[in-house]
């Protein structure tokens, strides 16, 4: 069964590969360097005559009226450093690359995760998440759920910005990622990173997890969908196995979870097992993987 774990990643690699040059065969001929540096602070709630304020160099209101004037004063610092304040990649602005944001793979990797989210808190920023994923017990094992981290930093007395941070790669009904999803959760958790839940449709998944549109009105000013409880799946172990059915799934998803968790504490929330009435998420975990 493990076998077609990995073809069914291996055929979801292919979608992926083929949505790409399907619609990313290059820019658009109207397309250009400054369209999109308008394109990516306006997605950030920042109007164009706005930016001059955001900017180390000298823009004045003229220069931000269109695409003709700001065309005659953007220069490769000023992409770098608008690249860097919202963590987008630079060779989207300059029309080289589909690739907006930035998308991080921390499947089989929760350490790297865990790692990634301290250094973010580490320049004093806010952090908060949602999982987003339009998994359903019927649906098959494909790429279905994605973690859109928001980091909310200050650039001086009361201004605040927001940064996005995507985590993809996650297949809800393989045993094994789930596993790592719910190790992300419970470290994220005790690191104060709460990661809410919503369940999109597939549409919504495949339009923003793999960083190629920009985050727009309908996911930054509201998160759509309905509302799901991520953490109970690292705190009561019929949340964490809910859909799988009896077999190889089930018995990756135990086995990978239980080895996370006893080999470091930080991806489980023990001091949380209320919902157990008394017995430890991990001893009831053991039980079941015994009983398989």
Request: hydrophobic share 35%.
């Amino acid at each position: 069964m493990a076998v077609f774990g990995e073809i069914n990643s291996f055929l979801d690699f292919c979608e992926r590969v083929k949505r790409w040059f399907g619609k990313n065969k290059g820019p658009a001929i109207n397309d250009n360097p400054a369209k999109r540096f308008f394109e990516l602070f306006e997605a950030h709630g920042i109007n164009r005559n706005q930016i001059p304020r955001y900017v180390s160099q000298k823009l004045s209101l003229t220069d931000v009226q269109d695409e003709k004037s700001l065309l005659k004063k953007l220069d490769q610092k000023m992409i770098d450093d608008a690249a860097d304040l919202f963590a987008v990649n630079r060779e989207w602005l300059e029309c080289a690359s589909p690739d907006i944001y930035i998308a991080h793979d921390f499947y089989k990797r929760p350490k790297k995760f865990l790692a990634f989210i301290e250094e973010v808190l580490s320049k004093g920023s806010d952090l908060q998440g949602i999982i987003y994923t339009s998994a359903t017990e019927e649906s098959p094992q494909r790429e279905d759920t994605f973690i859109l981290l928001e980091e909310d930093f200050s650039i001086g007395e009361g201004q605040v910005l927001s940064r996005y941070h995507i985590c993809n790669n996650w297949h809800f009904n393989y045993g094994k990622s789930r596993a790592y999803l719910t190790a992300c959760v419970a470290a994220a958790w005790k690191k104060d990173v709460f990661l809410h839940g919503r369940k999109v449709p597939h549409e919504f998944i495949t339009k923003y997890a793999e960083g190629q549109s920009l985050l727009g009105g309908d996911i930054r000013d509201h998160s759509p969908g309905q509302h799901w409880h991520p953490e109970d799946m690292a705190l009561d172990p019929d949340k964490f196995l809910a859909g799988f059915r009896e077999g190889h799934n089930k018995v990756s998803a135990l086995e990978t979870i239980i080895r996370v968790q006893s080999d470091d504490e930080q991806f489980t929330l023990n001091e949380m097992y209320s919902v157990l009435r008394g017995v430890p998420f991990s001893e009831k975990l053991k039980s079941l993987e015994q009983s398989e």
